[in-house]
């Protein structure tokens, strides 16, 4: 159980264009959902927090207005980057969790951005 | 503020050898300590947490870790390396004052020699 899927796994896409994320909870429901980016050979940064029915929250330094995110039910959050340029390619990972286990996150696969 | 540091970016150890990565954590209280393992290209793999109980907690694939309070630590180990246990470990820690985000180690690069 605790399965969170991601698509696409992989996206190239233009500069200047927007591409959207999918982070889904498969087998249970979310009430929280978290947006990561990793760069190659670094670790993951948190970037946002989405909660069911609400606004995201992100941390310090992240662009809201780049980064959309939106979790608009229990077992779905999107995260779409904006106006994309080369410097958004990176791997983006999103994770969830649920109301009973808050204390523990489960992980997509990762979907690879290419801004070209 | 929490922070982890995994001070060994790279280790490379010989198949069949032992092999200990450490992680170490500034909290102020409680935390909830994790550790997964990523290959190339891949997402997050769970290999143990520890939440209370048992400071010593078992994991997958032969994995295991020790919390230790007083050093403010949670080593992972694994008795004998396999080729497949090369890849990136990461350190994670979770604390309820924060709501549980995770704050992640910088990584430790695991090379496994024949």
């Known amino acids: 159980g605790a399965v969170v899927s991601q698509h696409p796994s992989w996206v190239i896409c233009k500069s200047g264009t927007s591409v959207k994320i999918e982070c889904r909870s498969l087998d249970f429901q979310a009430t929280t959902m978290f947006w990561y980016r990793q760069f190659p050979k670094q670790s993951l940064m948190l970037m946002a927090t989405s909660n069911e029915g609400s606004k995201a929250t992100y941390e310090q330094g992240v662009e809201k207005d780049k980064f959309l995110i939106n979790h608009a039910s229990l077992t779905l959050s999107t995260l779409t980057v904006t106006s994309a340029h080369p410097e958004d390619s990176s791997f983006y990972i999103c994770?969830?969790?649920?109301?009973?286990?808050?204390?523990?996150?489960?992980f997509g696969p990762g979907t690879r951005l290419t801004v070209t | 503020a929490q922070s982890v540091t995994q001070p060994d970016i790279h280790i490379t150890v010989s198949e069949g050898a032992s092999l200990e990565l450490r992680c170490n954590y500034s909290y102020g209280a409680t935390p909830y300590l994790f550790w997964y393992v990523q290959s190339p290209g891949q997402g997050l793999q769970l290999l143990l947490k520890?939440?209370?109980?048992?400071?010593l907690v078992q994991g997958i694939k032969g994995f295991e870790a020790e919390f230790k309070r007083s050093q403010s630590s949670f080593n992972l180990r694994k008795p004998s390396v396999h080729w497949s246990d090369a890849a990136e470990y990461f350190c994670a820690v979770g604390e309820r004052s924060n709501d549980y985000k995770l704050s992640f180690g910088a990584g430790t690069t695991v090379t496994v020699r024949a």
């Open positions: 520890y939440f209370s109980g048992d400071t």
């Open positions: 994770s969830a969790r649920r109301r009973d286990k808050s204390y523990e996150q489960y």
